[in-house]
């Protein structure tokens, strides 16, 4: 009889750990932000790891190609290295309505005629190293190949600042992204 109980037990205990699903999900995002390439003229690349469901974490890799002599809108980060942390409120694997905190380190070139310039010069270019934190929402759509489309808007303050006189106080994090899951 023990040994028909030990063999039930053991039948039962080996039939459930081979139907157990292993439902590993993909946890690592490459992506590239079409926003500022076609508005900006800058290259804005990004790397994020999933946690779980509900949040990730990932940093981001900007440089500006924009030139003095180009006309439209103009971005004053020339260089921005940016860690973030996101939140998802859905119940699918990090999809959906997300809130994001982020730093941002940033290197910026500020025009001092518009601040008056630096006695009296014109056209000056004023160069400083900042450090900004921020907060951004967005929304995160992933299709079942593993092809990833985000959009997100935020704003930061810089905080620490190399040049006090000339700086841009607050710093944009504007984008549309596509990547891929893998």
Not at 68 to 80: C, H, K, L
Not at 128 to 151: C, I, P, R
Not at 163 to 182: A, K, M, Q
């Amino acid at each position: 009889m023990k040994k028909l109980i030990a063999i039930t037990l053991f039948l039962i205990t080996f039939n459930s750990l081979a139907q157990e699903v292993v439902n590993k999900e993909k946890s690592h995002e490459l992506k590239l932000n079409a926003f500022n390439i076609i508005l900006f003229k800058s290259i804005e690349t990004s790397y994020e790891y999933l946690i779980n469901d509900e949040s990730s974490v990932g940093i981001s890799l900007l440089v500006n190609l924009n030139d003095d002599n180009s006309d439209g809108p103009n971005y004053n980060e020339t260089f921005a290295i940016t860690p973030y942390y996101r939140h998802f409120f859905s119940r699918k694997y990090a999809w959906g309505f997300f809130v994001e905190g982020f730093g941002m380190f940033n290197t910026q070139e500020i025009d001092s005629y518009y601040y008056g310039g630096i006695n009296g010069s014109n056209n000056n270019v004023e160069k400083t190293t900042n450090f900004a934190l921020g907060l951004s929402l967005g929304s995160k759509f992933v299709s079942e190949k593993g092809f990833v489309f985000e959009f997100y808007v935020g704003v930061g303050r810089n905080l620490i600042t190399s040049n006090s006189d000339y700086y841009s106080e607050i710093v944009p994090r504007l984008g549309t992204s596509f990547g891929y899951r893998f």
